[in-house]
């Protein structure tokens, strides 16, 4: 009597503990939590060192709350060094050279709204997947759990297009 009273408050004391605080922000799937109370070394960016200008004169306005000259910018310094425009980054025109490709895949048609209408669909099952996966015990990765289902096996496809008589110059060999 006393043994399975013991195990039936053992159970519920269970169940209580896995019934945590959830953060069912959908963005969150990355819920890497181990190493929480120490600083996160990735998280500092040192700025570039500070300039002083040619002439106080042609300074441009202030930019409150925008980048600003000593601001870290990795992907522009990458272009520059490898010998880009940083500036085609920002750019919001189609470069002619892409006309192209831009008429090629637009054969069928395109729909204007295509990255909000993916971000809705994304979000809505991020949340379902977060209703299902409600009760854990253990703090898990959650990202790999959620899109298992659709996942590419790349060994798989492979296969299927040698079957099917496809060259793949890059591919290892058989």
Known sequence: MILSRTLSVLMILTLVAACGARDDDPRKLRNFRYNTKTPEEFAILPNKPLEEPASYAELPPPNPGGPNRTDQTPIED?????????????????????????????????????????????????????????????KIDEYNNAYRRQTLDAEAELDRWRRAGARNPSAPPE
Do not use: C
């Open 78 to 138: 990458a272009v520059s060094v490898l010998g880009g425009n940083p500036g085609q980054l920002t750019a919001s025109a189609i470069p002619a050279s892409d006309s192209a490709l831009i008429q090629q895949v637009s054969r069928y048609g395109t729909a204007p709204g295509i990255r909000d209408t993916l971000a809705e669909e994304d979000e809505a099952f991020r949340r379902r997947r977060g209703n299902i996966n409600r009760f854990k015990i253990f």
